[in-house]
């Protein structure tokens, strides 16, 4: 079976500009969770989906926005992307809301100049 | 609010020796879970281990073990018998046991292993 993908694995963008990065969860799940991990600290929660509505949102700006489609896959936007906003994407699915169970994906690498 | 904490940046072990990794956290609540996640140099977070909190015995995973405190609020991971492709980030993560929630990562352990 297939676990979690994302894309693209690698993204470089200009100040300004706007971002739009996918997951695939595994099969079978219906809650996509996404988190960001700048360079030498552990992953911050950005976001969590579940059926198709938003159950949690972390502490980052409005410029950041998610959804969830009929087949549970989702995608994550940041727009008016910030020299900050460069960082590992992490994509992580579960089958209940309770993420007791969470298998990440391999990451988005975003490189904002 | 929920902390996870690693005081540890770095640690070094040699191939077949055992190592332990520390983690506390703070927290209030009751029912959680607490995690260790190795990051190899794919980025992919990898879980190793899992404990609930209302279980006294410790979790195990083959050479992974956790020594559970629940009272100090301590976490931490013990590697037996390490091998080459231990070496990794390691992450300690705190989830609350309700019906939703999400992670929260310690700052990460670099753990290397000479041959």
């Known amino acids: 079976d297939a676990g979690v993908t994302q894309s693209p694995t690698h993204l470089i963008k200009t100040r300004g500009q706007h971002v739009t990065l996918r997951c695939s969860p595994i099969?079978?799940?219906?809650?996509v969770s996404w988190y960001q991990q700048v360079l030498g600290q552990g992953p911050q929660f950005i976001f969590q989906?579940?059926?198709?509505?938003?159950?949690g949102r972390g502490n980052f700006p409005d410029r950041f926005s998610a959804r969830q489609f009929p087949n549970y896959s989702s995608e994550l936007n940041v727009n008016a992307l910030l020299l900050g906003d460069s960082a590992l994407y992490l994509c992580?699915?579960?089958?209940?809301?309770?993420?007791?169970?969470?298998?990440f994906g391999s990451g988005t690498q975003l490189s904002v100049l | 609010a929920q902390t996870v904490t690693q005081s540890q940046p770095e640690m070094s072990v040699q191939e077949a020796e055992t190592v332990t990794l520390s983690c506390t956290y703070d927290t209030s609540e009751s029912d959680y879970y607490l995690f260790w996640y190795k990051q190899p140099p794919s980025r992919q977070m990898i879980l190793v281990i899992r404990?609930?909190?209302?279980?006294?015995q410790n979790a195990t995973e083959n050479r992974f073990s956790v020594n559970f405190q629940k009272a100090a609020k301590s976490f931490s991971l013990k590697i037996s018998d390490s091998q080459l492709g231990d070496a990794a980030m390691y992450f300690c993560?705190?989830?609350?046991?309700?019906?939703?929630?999400?992670?929260?990562f310690g700052k990460g352990t670099k753990l290397s292993v000479k041959p």
């Open positions: 992580a699915s579960s089958f209940s809301a309770a993420n007791e169970k969470l298998f």
């Open positions: 989906y579940y059926e198709k509505e938003e159950r």
């Open positions: 404990q609930e909190a209302y279980k006294q």
């Open positions: 099969s079978g799940h219906k809650s």
């Open positions: 993560a705190y989830l609350f046991g309700g019906s939703q929630g999400n992670l929260i």
